[in-house]
């Protein structure tokens, strides 16, 4: 099957502009995740959909980000107007059922390393 | 502040010898699983660890659980060059996202 697929794998932008990142998760996973990761710090939680409803999003840093998920397939993630701390590696995820309660983990993305400049 | 922190942030070693990584989590965990990280990808799950559990291995992967010191380790046994990456632990606190900590970098050289 295929895995999640997150693209742009890479986007540099100017301060102030604005960015779209996409995450296809795998076909039929009803939960997905979006992570951060700045440079030499953790991984951050950001928001957690199931289907097209916000789950929890107590991650989100403030609201120039912007997550969607229309009609529960894939989700895009809006940063607007893009500031330099917003540079990272942004990870997604999805699982078909919530929790570590089976031995194969979530499934990532590749990430989209966004750089504001 | 996250719940996991790896020690140590960075590890260099020579193919063919162990690696050793460790993790401390903060609160009472359900479960907590480890990935790696290659450079320019995503996040691959290596294991994952319940509770109740004390060891688990896998291929050369071996992880302990230790509930009482809230720590876990990962030992890499005859490290090769692709094994190069960055480790994270990952622990499930019941809200079930899992909550990821800094990393180790692990560096093998051939």
């Known amino acids: 099957e295929a895995g999640v697929t997150q693209f742009p794998s890479h986007s540099v932008i100017e301060k102030g502009q604005t960015v779209t990142l996409r995450c296809d998760p795998i076909s039929g996973h009803d939960n997905l995740y979006w992570y951060r990761r700045v440079m030499g710090k953790e991984i951050k939680f950001l928001l957690h959909f199931v289907k097209e409803s916000k789950q929890d999003e107590s991650g989100m840093p403030n609201n120039r980000f912007l997550a969607e998920r229309t009609g529960g397939t894939y989700s895009t993630l809006k940063v607007q107007p893009a500031e330099l701390e917003d540079s990272g590696v942004y990870f997604c995820a999805s699982s078909s059922r919530t929790g570590f309660i089976y031995s194969s983990g979530y499934t990532f993305g590749s990430g989209t390393r966004l750089t504001v400049v | 502040s996250q719940q996991g922190e790896e020690d140590p942030q960075a590890l260099s070693i020579q193919e063919g010898e162990n690696a050793t990584m460790n993790c401390s989590y903060k609160?009472?965990?359900?479960?907590l699983q480890w990935y790696r990280q290659n450079s320019g990808r995503g996040l691959v799950h290596l294991i994952l660890i319940r509770s109740n559990e004390r060891e688990k291995h896998s291929g050369r992967l071996r992880v302990t659980l230790d509930t009482s010191k809230k720590s876990s380790s990962l030992l890499i046994t005859a490290s090769r060059a692709a094994d190069t990456a960055s480790y994270f632990c990952a622990t499930d606190v019941g809200s079930y996202i899992p909550t990821f900590g800094r990393g180790t970098s692990l560096i093998v050289h051939p």
């Open positions: 609160t009472s965990i359900n479960n």
